[in-house]
C-alpha cells in the first residue's frame, strides 16, 4: 500500500480531458468551395496547363486525386484579445486548397474566424505580424504599430491577409521549401533542387534564405555573419544547402539551424543588417570577378535571374512569373507572358524605401524574371544554353544589387561528439522557462530519444544571450505548458512526465488512460513504424538507424540482422496495442492545454492544473520565490506543485490549509503535533505531505471524533457565547493532558530544506500581509495569514511582531500558544537576511507618521508583489509631503528595495517600468499623482478596495483633478478621475462643432446651405446615443428643414398647354408652402434650449424659402411670377414663427442682456415679422425681463403690428402671475375696456387687442383678481359696435378673452373668492348654450347702447363667437377640482333635438373641458374614450366600415357621426393631457388605436357621410395627443405617422392640419429627447 502512496505522492493529476479533433477538418467537409474546385480541376486541359493537351489531362487529373486524399496539418495559438483575460485557442487548419482559422474557448465552442480558399494546393499557413513603419531601424521595431495578418504559402505566391481585411499577393521567383514567422516578416527557405548543378567557377552559389519584410516589399537575401568559430568573423549571403531552419522564434528574435553535413545544431540571432555589413556584403560579391568586365555585383543578381525551377513538375508558365508583385490571381492562361503592368509596384514606391529600393524596383521585376523564354519541357540549367550567359551580361549594367535587410549572427553550437549519429535534426525545438524564470532551448532529437535542454540568459546589458552547459532528458516527445513555467515530456517507457526546467516534478495522471508502467513491465522504445497509421512515413534509411541505435540498448550483440530485429519489434508492438492504448505524442501546447495523440490515432487535449488558484497563495508563493536562492525556490514550488496536484486534489477553500502545511513540514515542523495545523479540514482530500497515512475511518466513530468537535472553532464560538453563561452551562474541557504532552518536546528539524531561511520568509510572509491590509477584498486571507506568522513569530521569539499582530486581529491572535523550540546549537544555521528588521514594518504606521510630519524611514518592498504598498508609500510621498522627485526614476528614500543578492538585472527591469514620463501637461501635485497613477495602471476598481483611510488622499486628488482636467491627458487618466466624457471625446478626435455626425447623407457640395437649416446646433452625440440604432434624427432634420426649396411634381399631360403647365405648377407650389410655413413651429418644439449664443454675432435665423424646384430640369417655380392669384401677406405668421423657433433654441442659462437684443434687430423691413416672433421666444425663455422698458416703448411706438403681438405677448410671459403693475399699464393701454371710460379712443388693431387680452391672462395667472375677471368675462360677450369697430375677427377676441379669464381663475373652481356676486360659472354656461343676453352692467353701459349698423343679432348671445371661449374658460377654472355639478353642464346632449343646436365640434371642446374637470376620473383604455359618448349616438352611429346606410326618418346621420367622432377625438386629446411625457405604455396603445381607427375612416367608403374635413380634425388632434404622452421619446410608430401625414398636401389640408401634425413631430423629439 505504501508504494502505491509514494507513487502517488508524485503523481500530478490533470483535469478536463476531452477528445479532440481539429475542427477544420469537419468545416472543411461542409464549405461550399470544396465542391466548385473538383469541378474546376476538370475543366479542359488547354485552359489549365499549358497548350499541350496530354500533359494538361494528366495534370488535371492528378490533381483531382490530390484532392481525394488530402494530407492536412494544423496548428494551435494562444488567443489574444483585448477585452478581458479571455483564455481561447485559435487554429490554423490546412487541407488542399483550403485554410480555416477558427477561434474557441472552453466556455464556448469553436467558431470559424475566416476561411480561405485558394487556387493551387495551399504548402503552409501561418500567422505573421509585418511592421508598418517608415524608419526601418531596429529602435522603430518596440513602438511601430503592428498589421497582424496571415500567410499562406502556394507554389508560386504567398497570400497575405490582415485582419483589417487587406489582402496582399507576393509572387515568388523560386521554389519554397519552408516559411518562417519572424519579428521583422516573412523568411524563406528556398528549396535546392539536386538537378542544380555545381556553378562554374566565376560564379558563387546562390542564397538558400530569404526575408520579406512586408508584403509590398522585395525579397531579399539573407545575411550570415559567422562566428569565430571560423576564424575572423566574415559577413556572406547564406549559401550553404547543407543548413536548414529547424526553428525561429520571435522573442528573444532567435533562428536554430542544423546543418546536415557537420550533424550540428547551432543557434543564430536574427536582427536587421548593419549599413557596414551591407557594404561588406555587396563589395564580396564584386570580388567574385567574372570573365567578361560587367558591372559589380551582376554575377549573383544574373543568377537569380536565370535561377531555373528544377522542383517544378514540368516548365510551365508558372516559372515565368512576369513580375514579383503580380496581381493577376488566374496563372493558369499561358498569355500571361506580356508582362502585366505591376500595380503594387507603385505601391512598393509608395512606401519609405531607401532611394535604390525606391527608383529601381521596376528593374527589380526584371532581375526575378526567370530565362524561360522556349516552352520546352527540358529543365534548363545555366551550363546548357550559352544564350543564357551573353543575355544576362547584356543586361547586367542596368540592374541594381539586391540590398539585403536581415542578417544572421552566430551565437552557439552544440558541442561535437565523439559518436555523431547522421540524423540527428531535431524534430520539434522549444523554448521553456522554469519556475524562477531561467530560460532553456530544448530541442528533441528523435533518433536518439534524446531531449537536449540549453540554458540561455540575457547578458546584464540586454544585448546578447549567453548560453550554458547542455542537459540530455531521455524523451520521446515533449512540450512546454507555458502557463505554468513546466514541459511535458514523454518517456520511451509511455510515461508523461511534468519537468520544470531540467528538474523533474512528476508523473502526469490523466483519468481514463491507463498509466503504462501499470501494464507492462519493461517496454521496448518503440520507434515509428511505416506501418503506423498517423505519423507520416519515414524513409527505411532513417527508421533503421533508429532501430540500430536501440539496440545498442539491448545486451545481446547476436541480433544485429535488422531484418529478424525488426518483425520481433513489430510483434512487440502489436502486443503492446493490445494491452491499450498508450500515448504516442504530444502536440499543440498553448497555455497549460496540450494534445496527446493516442497510438490509435484519436487525440485527446488535457489541461494541467495551474500552480495555484487562491489569489493568497499565489501572492505567498511568489514572495517565497522572489527570496529564495533559485535552486531553492525551484525545489519548494516543484514540492508544492506535486502536493497540490495530485489526484484528487484541495479544493479552492482548503488549499490555503495544505500550503501551510507544505510550508511548515518543509521548514521542519512535525504539522500533525502542532495544534492548529493538525484540525486542518482537508475536505476528505487525501494529502500525501501528511506523514502518518490516515487508516481507513472505521463506520462507528472514535473517541477521536468527539476530541475533534471539542476542539474545533465551532465549539468555542458556543462557550465564548452569553447564553452558555447565563444557562451556567460547566465549559467541556477536551482531555488537554495530550497537548500539554506534545508542547514539552516540539522542535523543528534544523536538517529541512527550508530551515536556513526562516527569517527570511517570514519576512517577506509579513510584507505580503501588509500588503493585504491594503486590499479591501482579502479580509479573509488576512485571518488565515495572521495564524500562520503568530506561530513563526513565537518560534524566533519575535515580541515586537506578535504585539503587533495581537494589536491588528485581537481576537484571533491568543496570548499563549504552542511553541516550537529551536535548538540554540541550530540558530547558527539560520540566516538571517539584511533587510531583516526587529521592529515590525507597518504601512498604516508609515502613513501615520507621514501626515504628522515625523521622519521615517524607508518602507521595504518587495518588486512585483507589493506593489500596492508601493503605489501608496509614493502616493503620500508626493502629494502629502510633496515631494515631487518621488515617482520619477529613483525613489529610494522612501521604499527601500529587498532584493536577494543575484536578481540584479530583474530590479532594474521593474524600477524602468514605473519610470514617470514627462509627457503630459501637468501643473499642480494633484495633476502629477494622477497622471503618475494611470500612467503605472492604477485604475477606479483598484481604488475602491483601497482603505477607505489609505485612499483618502488619491481621493482628495483626483477631486481636484476632476475639475479642471487638462486636454491632452490620456484616455486612462481620464477614467480614474471620473470622467470618460472626455476620453470619449479624445477617442472620436473632438468632432467640429457645425458638422454632424449623422448627417452623412448630404453630399459635400451642399455645404453652404445645409449651414443654414436652422437645426446645426442640435447636440449630435447625444442624440446618436439616445437613438443609436436607426437615422430617425435624421429624417425629422429632413421634415422639418424649411430652408430649402421644395420639389414640385407634376406631370404635363398632352392636352395642358404650356402656360396652363405653369400655372399647374404654381397650384400645387401654393399647396405645397402650407406645409412649409407650418413647418418652424415644430421645428421650435425639436430644437428647443440647444444653443448658447455668443454676446458679438446676432442669432441666425433660417430663411423660409418658399420656392419650388420641377424635375426633371431642376427648374425653379415661384410664387411671385404674377400667373396666380396669391393671398397677401401670406406670409407674414410663418415668418413670425421662424423666428419664435429660432428665439427658443436659445437657452434659458444663456448670457444675454439688452444691446443684444437690440442688435439683433433687422437691417431689411421684409425681415421684421422674424424679429418679432424672435421678441416673443425671448419673452418664452425668460430673457425678455434684461430689454430696457425704453426699448420696449421704442418698439411699440413704430406701430408694426408684428413687432407690437411679439413683444406684448413675450413681455406677459416673461412676466408670468406676477400682477406686475408696469406691464399691466402697458398691456391696458391696447385694450379699450380695460382704459376708463372717458379716455380717448385709441385705433389699435384688432390682433393686436387679442395679444393683449391675452397678454393680461399671463401676467395674472391664477390671482383670481376681481377687476380683471370681471371685465374679462364681459370681454367674451362684447357685442359689435355702433360704427365698423369690432365686427370683424370676433371669434378670435372672444376665445381669447375666454382663455385669459381662464387662466386668471386657474383651478380656482367655486373658491373663487370675492367674486360669487359676478356669478362667473353661470354666466360662462350662457355664453355656452346661448340664451337672452343680459343687461351689461358697469361703466362701459354707454358704449353698447346703439346696436351695430353692421350685424343684426337681436338681443340673443351669438352662440357661434362665445361659446369656444366659454367652455374652455369653464374648463381652466375648474380644472382639475372633479366637480359633477359642472361637468354635467358639459355632458354631450343625449337627444336628436338638442344635438341639432350645437355645432359639433363644439363637441370637442365640451367633451375635453368636461375630461379636464374631471380629471382624476381619466383611464387610459378605450373602453373609457367611448364611455363619453352618449347612448343615442352609439346606437345609431354609422360604424364607417359598413356599407349600406340604416335608414331612420327623425334620426339625422351626419350629424350623429360627427359628434361620434368629435366627442372621441375630444376624450383623446383629454388624455394626451392627462398623461403628457408619462410615455404610458397603455395611454400610448389606446390612442394609438384610435389613431389607426381613423386613418382607416378616412378611406372608408362611406366616410363622405361624416366629412373627411372632419375626421382628418380629428385625427390630427389624436395625433397631437399621441404626441404629448410620448413627448421626447422619439418613438417610431408615432413619427411613422407624422411621415405619413407629412406626405399629404393636396385636396382638404390646410394650414392648420400641417401645423397640428409637424406640432405633434416637434413635441415627439422635443429639445432633442434630452
Not at 503492446?576 to 497510438?599: A, C, K, M, W
Not at 427648374?1115 to 421662424?1138: R, Y
Not at 370675492?1314 to 343680459?1334: A, F, K, T
Request: aromatic share 8%; proline share 6%; glycine share 6%.
Amino acid at each position: 500500500m505504501s508504494n502505491f502512496y509514494e507513487e502517488r505522492a508524485t503523481m500530478i493529476a490533470a483535469g478536463d480531458l476531452q477528445e479532440f479533433v481539429p475542427f477544420g477538418r469537419d468545416h472543411c467537409k461542409h464549405h461550399p468551395n470544396a465542391l466548385n474546385l473538383q469541378l474546376r480541376q476538370l475543366q479542359p486541359a488547354s485552359e489549365l496547363w499549358s497548350s499541350d493537351g496530354a500533359a494538361g489531362l494528366v495534370g488535371s487529373l492528378q490533381e483531382v486525386t490530390i484532392h481525394e486524399k488530402q494530407k492536412e496539418s494544423w496548428q494551435l495559438r494562444k488567443g489574444g484579445s483585448e477585452i478581458g483575460e479571455v483564455d481561447y485557442d485559435e487554429e490554423l487548419y490546412v487541407a488542399g486548397n483550403m485554410v480555416i482559422w477558427s477561434k474557441g474557448s472552453k466556455s464556448q465552442a469553436l467558431a470559424v474566424y475566416k476561411a480561405f480558399t485558394v487556387d493551387s494546393p495551399v504548402q503552409q499557413a501561418l500567422w505573421c505580424d509585418f511592421v508598418i513603419s517608415q524608419d526601418k531601424s531596429e529602435k522603430a521595431y518596440s513602438t511601430a504599430e503592428v498589421e497582424k495578418c496571415m500567410c499562406i504559402l502556394q507554389s508560386s505566391c504567398v497570400n497575405v491577409h490582415s485582419i483589417e481585411g487587406k489582402d496582399y499577393i507576393a509572387s515568388l521567383p523560386f521554389q519554397v521549401a519552408n516559411v518562417w514567422p519572424t519579428k521583422y516578416g516573412l523568411l524563406f527557405e528556398r528549396s535546392s533542387s539536386s538537378h542544380e548543378l555545381p556553378p562554374g567557377p566565376p560564379r558563387e552559389p546562390l542564397p538558400t534564405m530569404f526575408s520579406m519584410l512586408h508584403p509590398l516589399d522585395e525579397i531579399t537575401p539573407l545575411v550570415c555573419k559567422s562566428g569565430s568559430l571560423f576564424g575572423s568573423s566574415r559577413v556572406q549571403y547564406v549559401v550553404d544547402h547543407a543548413i536548414k531552419i529547424v526553428f525561429l522564434n520571435t522573442d528573444p528574435s532567435i533562428v536554430m539551424t542544423y546543418d546536415t553535413v557537420q550533424n550540428l545544431h547551432s543557434v543564430w540571432v536574427l536582427r536587421r543588417v548593419k549599413a557596414e555589413e551591407e557594404n561588406a556584403v555587396l563589395k564580396f560579391s564584386e570580388q567574385g570577378g567574372t570573365p567578361q568586365n560587367v558591372a559589380p555585383s551582376s554575377s549573383l543578381t544574373a543568377h537569380l535571374r536565370s535561377l531555373s525551377k528544377g522542383d517544378s513538375p514540368m516548365a510551365s508558365p508558372f516559372q515565368n512569373y512576369s513580375s514579383i508583385h503580380s496581381q493577376s490571381r488566374s496563372t493558369s492562361s499561358p498569355s500571361l507572358h506580356s508582362r502585366s503592368p505591376s500595380i503594387s509596384n507603385m505601391a512598393a514606391l509608395s512606401r519609405a524605401h531607401s532611394p535604390a529600393l525606391g527608383v529601381h524596383s521596376f528593374t527589380g521585376v526584371q532581375r526575378f524574371s526567370l530565362s524561360g523564354h522556349n516552352q520546352s519541357p527540358r529543365r534548363h540549367s545555366i551550363s546548357h544554353s550559352p544564350e543564357s550567359n551573353s543575355n544576362s551580361s547584356l543586361l547586367a549594367p542596368e540592374t541594381e544589387p539586391i540590398v539585403p535587410e536581415l542578417c544572421i549572427d552566430h551565437l552557439w553550437t552544440e558541442a561535437i561528439t565523439n559518436i555523431r549519429e547522421k540524423n540527428s535534426q531535431a524534430s520539434k525545438v522549444f523554448i521553456t522557462s522554469d519556475l524562477c524564470g531561467q530560460k532553456f532551448l530544448c530541442f528533441l532529437v528523435e533518433s536518439q530519444l534524446q531531449l537536449r535542454c540549453v540554458k540561455f540568459q540575457e547578458s546584464n546589458d540586454k544585448t546578447q544571450l549567453i548560453f550554458g552547459a547542455i542537459t540530455n532528458i531521455q524523451a520521446k516527445d515533449a512540450a512546454p505548458v507555458e502557463k505554468i513555467d513546466t514541459m511535458l515530456v514523454l518517456e520511451s517507457s509511455g510515461n508523461l512526465v511534468l519537468y520544470t526546467g531540467v528538474v523533474r516534478v512528476g508523473k502526469v495522471f490523466i483519468p481514463g488512460l491507463p498509466a503504462p508502467s501499470l501494464t507492462m513491465s519493461n517496454p521496448m522504445p518503440r520507434p515509428s513504424t511505416p506501418l503506423d497509421s498517423v505519423s507520416t512515413p519515414m524513409p527505411l534509411s532513417k527508421l533503421l538507424g533508429s532501430l540500430d541505435e536501440v539496440v545498442l540498448l539491448s545486451p545481446v550483440p547476436e541480433l544485429r540482422d535488422s531484418s529478424k530485429l525488426h518483425d520481433s519489434l513489430y510483434n512487440e508492438d502489436c502486443t503492446f496495442q493490445q494491452l491499450g492504448t498508450y500515448i504516442h505524442s504530444i502536440r499543440d501546447p498553448v497555455r497549460n492545454r496540450v494534445t496527446l495523440e493516442l497510438s490509435n490515432g484519436s487525440m485527446v487535449r488535457i489541461t494541467l492544473p495551474e500552480i495555484a488558484t487562491s489569489e493568497l497563495v499565489q501572492t505567498c508563493l511568489q514572495a517565497i520565490k522572489f527570496i529564495l536562492p533559485k535552486e531553492i525556490a525551484v525545489q519548494v514550488l516543484v514540492k508544492w506543485y506535486s502536493v497540490h496536484s495530485a489526484p484528487g486534489g484541495p479544493s479552492y477553500h482548503s488549499e490555503w490549509n495544505l500550503f501551510v502545511t507544505c510550508l511548515m513540514n518543509l521548514m521542519g515542523y512535525n504539522t500533525d503535533r502542532l495544534a492548529w495545523t493538525r484540525n486542518f479540514d482537508f475536505e476528505g482530500s487525501l494529502s500525501p505531505v501528511i506523514a502518518p497515512k490516515k487508516a481507513r475511518p472505521s463506520e462507528t466513530g472514535s473517541d477521536d471524533d468527539w476530541e475533534y468537535l471539542l476542539n474545533s472553532d465551532y465549539h468555542q464560538k458556543v462557550e465564548s457565547h452569553l447564553l452558555s453563561r447565563s444557562l451556567c452551562l460547566s465549559p467541556l474541557e477536551a482531555s488537554q493532558m495530550k497537548d500539554e504532552d506534545l508542547s514539552q518536546n516540539l522542535s523543528l528539524d534544523s536538517s529541512t530544506l527550508l530551515f536556513p531561511h526562516i527569517p527570511a520568509i517570514f519576512f517577506v510572509l509579513h510584507l505580503v500581509y501588509e500588503e493585504l491590509k491594503l486590499n479591501t477584498l482579502m479580509g479573509e486571507g488576512i485571518c488565515s495569514l495572521v495564524d500562520l506568522l503568530v506561530q513563526l513569530a513565537r518560534d524566533l521569539k519575535l515580541e515586537p511582531y506578535l504585539d503587533h499582530y495581537y494589536r491588528d486581529y485581537p481576537a484571533l491572535v491568543r496570548t499563549t500558544g504552542q511553541v516550537c523550540t529551536i535548538d540554540q546549537g541550530q540558530t547558527g544555521f539560520m540566516h538571517h537576511p539584511s533587510f531583516f528588521t526587529s521592529e515590525p514594518p507597518s504601512i498604516y504606521q508609515w502613513v501615520s507618521s507621514c501626515l504628522k510630519g515625523e521622519g521615517t524611514p524607508p518602507y521595504p518592498y518587495l518588486p512585483g508583489i507589493c506593489e500596492r504598498s508601493r503605489l501608496v508609500v509614493l502616493s503620500i510621498a508626493l502629494y502629502i509631503l510633496g515631494d515631487e522627485s518621488s515617482v520619477s526614476d529613483e525613489s529610494s528614500h522612501y521604499l527601500s528595495r529587498i532584493t536577494p543578492a543575484p536578481q540584479k538585472s530583474q530590479a532594474e527591469q521593474e524600477e524602468n517600468r514605473f519610470s514617470f514620463s514627462h509627457s503630459t501637461s501637468v501643473s499642480s501635485l494633484a495633476e502629477r499623482l494622477v497622471v503618475w497613477m494611470a500612467n503605472v495602471g492604477f485604475t477606479l476598481r483598484d481604488l475602491e478596495t483601497l482603505p477607505f483611510g489609505i485612499a483618502l488622499p488619491i481621493r482628495d486628488a483626483i477631486y481636484h483633478c476632476r475639475e479642471q482636467p487638462a486636454a491632452d491627458w490620456p484616455e486612462a487618466v481620464c477614467l480614474l478621475i471620473g470622467r470618460q466624457d472626455l476620453s470619449k471625446q479624445a477617442c472620436e478626435g473632438n468632432l467640429p462643432k457645425g458638422k454632424s455626425v449623422l448627417s452623412s447623407d448630404v453630399p459635400s457640395g451642399t455645404e453652404t446651405e445645409e449651414e443654414d437649416d436652422g437645426m446645426n446646433d442640435m447636440n449630435q452625440e447625444v442624440m446618436s446615443l439616445i437613438w443609436s440604432e436607426d437615422l430617425r434624427v435624421q429624417d425629422v432634420r429632413r421634415l422639418l428643414q424649411s430652408a430649402h426649396p421644395v420639389r414640385v411634381n407634376v406631370v404635363q399631360y398632352p392636352e395642358l398647354s404650356d402656360h396652363e403647365f405653369i400655372e399647374e405648377k404654381e397650384n400645387r407650389l401654393l399647396q405645397l408652402c402650407q406645409r412649409t410655413m407650418a413647418l418652424p413651429v415644430g421645428r421650435g418644439m425639436f430644437t428647443l434650449f440647444s444653443y448658447h449664443p455668443v454676446p458679438t454675432e446676432p442669432l441666425p435665423i433660417p430663411k423660409l424659402n418658399l420656392t419650388g424646384r420641377a424635375p426633371p430640369r431642376n427648374t425653379t417655380v415661384d410664387l411671385n411670377s404674377g400667373n396666380i392669384d396669391v393671398p397677401p401677406n401670406m406670409t407674414s405668421w410663418a415668418s413670425f414663427h421662424n423666428g419664435v423657433a429660432a428665439g427658443l433654441k436659445i437657452a434659458p442659462a444663456s448670457q444675454i442682456d439688452s444691446a443684444w437684443i437690440v442688435y439683433n434687430k433687422p437691417k431689411h423691413a421684409e425681415l421684421a415679422n422674424e424679429y418679432a416672433g424672435f421678441l416673443m421666444a425671448l419673452g418664452l425663455n425668460g430673457h425678455l425681463t434684461k430689454l430696457a422698458t425704453l426699448n420696449i416703448h421704442d418698439y411699440l411706438t413704430k406701430g408694426h403690428e408684428m413687432t407690437s403681438i411679439g413683444l406684448l405677448l413675450g413681455v406677459s410671459a416673461a412676466k408670468l402671475g406676477t400682477m406686475d403693475m408696469s406691464i399691466t399699464r402697458l398691456l391696458s393701454i391696447h385694450i379699450p375696456a380695460l382704459l376708463p371710460p372717458t379716455s380717448t379712443e385709441l385705433d389699435v388693431p384688432h390682433n393686436v387687442q387679442v395679444a393683449a387680452v391675452v397678454g393680461i391672462g399671463l401676467v395674472y395667472q391664477g390671482t383670481a383678481h376681481r377687476h380683471t375677471a370681471e371685465v374679462l368675462l364681459a370681454e367674451i360677450g362684447r357685442p359689435p359696435g355702433p360704427e365698423m369697430e369690432y365686427c370683424t375677427d370676433r371669434e378670435s377676441y372672444s376665445l381669447a378673452a375666454g382663455l385669459a379669464l381662464g387662466m386668471v381663475c386657474l383651478g380656482h373652481g367655486s373658491n373663487l373668492i370675492g367674486m360669487s356676486d359676478l356669478n362667473v360659472p353661470e354666466q360662462l354656461y350662457q355664453y355656452m348654450v346661448g340664451g337672452h343676453r343680459r343687461f351689461q352692467a358697469g361703466m362701459h353701459r354707454e358704449k353698447h347702447k346703439s346696436p351695430s349698423y353692421q350685424i343684426k343679432e337681436g338681443d340673443t348671445i351669438n352662440v357661434d363667437v362665445t361659446c369656444p371661449g366659454a367652455t374652455l374658460a369653464l374648463a381652466m377654472i375648474y380644472l382639475k377640482t372633479n366637480n359633477r355639478s359642472i361637468a354635467d353642464w358639459l355632458r354631450a346632449p343625449d337627444t336628436m333635438y338638442l344635438l341639432d343646436f350645437v355645432k359639433p365640434e363644439f363637441l370637442l371642446l365640451r367633451t375635453l373641458a368636461r375630461c379636464l374637470i374631471l380629471w382624476d376620473d381619466i383611464l387610459p383604455n378605450s373602453k373609457w374614450v367611448d364611455s363619453n359618448v352618449p347612448q343615442i349616438i352609439r346606437e345609431n352611429s354609422i360604424s364607417l366600415s359598413e356599407i349600406e346606410l340604416p335608414c331612420s326618418e327623425d334620426l339625422n346621420l351626419e350629424t350623429l357621426s360627427q359628434a361620434h367622432v368629435y366627442i372621441i377625438a375630444g376624450a383623446c386629446l383629454s388624455l394626451g393631457f392627462r398623461f403628457a411625457g408619462s410615455e404610458n405604455l397603455s395611454a400610448f396603445n389606446c390612442l394609438h388605436k384610435f389613431a389607426k381607427d381613423f386613418m382607416t375612416y378616412l378611406s372608408a367608403p362611406n366616410a363622405s357621410v361624416t366629412g373627411p374635413y372632419n375626421l382628418e380634425t380629428c385625427l390630427s388632434v389624436v395625433l397631437l395627443s399621441l404626441a404629448m404622452v410620448m413627448a421626447g421619446s422619439g418613438n417610431l410608430k408615432v413619427l411613422q405617422l407624422c411621415r405619413f401625414l407629412h406626405m399629404k398636401t393636396g385636396g382638404e389640408m390646410n394650414y392648420g392640419f400641417h401645423l397640428a401634425h409637424h406640432m405633434a413631430l416637434g413635441i415627439l423629439f422635443l429639445g432633442g429627447g434630452r
